[in-house]
């Protein structure tokens, strides 16, 4: 009877254990993978936006960790649109007004 609890005992015991290194291991990949970019662009649209809806922008780059280059207008609403990399020129022409309208005064 007392082999029998032994038994139970160390079974209690090497499961406890094994739970504590699963968990120590999978948090540490949670925190190996949390420099990842998270939020990017997979595809962009080449449709025109309309100036007076964007509040912001920014380029979207492989190095940073994402699959391509993008530039991300961000709307008033905060609604992220993915345009190709300043190629066309309704896109080069968002960015200068959007460029002006930060650096002039208010």
Same mark, same amino acid.
């Given at each position: 009877?007392?082999?029998?609890? $032994? *038994?139970?005992?160390?079974?209690?015991?090497t499961?406890?254990? @094994?739970?504590?290194?699963? @968990?120590?291991?999978?948090?540490?990949?949670?925190?190996? %993978?949390?420099? @990842?970019?998270?939020?990017?662009?997979? @595809?962009?649209?080449?449709?025109?936006? /309309?100036?007076?809806?964007?509040? $912001?922008? %920014?380029?979207?780059?492989?190095? $940073?960790?994402? /699959?391509? /280059?993008?530039?991300v %207008?961000?709307? &008033? &609403?905060?609604?992220?649109?993915? $345009?190709? /990399?300043? &190629? *066309?020129?309704?896109?080069?022409?968002?960015?200068?007004?959007?460029?002006?309208k930060? *650096?002039?005064?208010?």
């Amino acid at each position: 009877m007392s082999l029998q609890r $032994s *038994n139970t005992k160390t079974r209690m015991q090497t499961t406890a254990v @094994t739970l504590l290194v699963l @968990t120590a291991v999978l948090w540490g990949n949670i925190e190996a %993978f949390s420099d @990842t970019a998270v939020d990017c662009c997979l @595809t962009t649209k080449d449709t025109r936006i /309309p100036i007076q809806i964007v509040a $912001s922008y %920014f380029h979207q780059t492989t190095e $940073s960790g994402c /699959p391509i /280059p993008a530039t991300v %207008f961000i709307t &008033k &609403k905060d609604k992220k649109l993915c $345009s190709p /990399p300043e &190629k *066309n020129s309704w896109i080069s022409k968002i960015i200068t007004h959007l460029d002006k309208k930060k *650096n002039t005064p208010q």
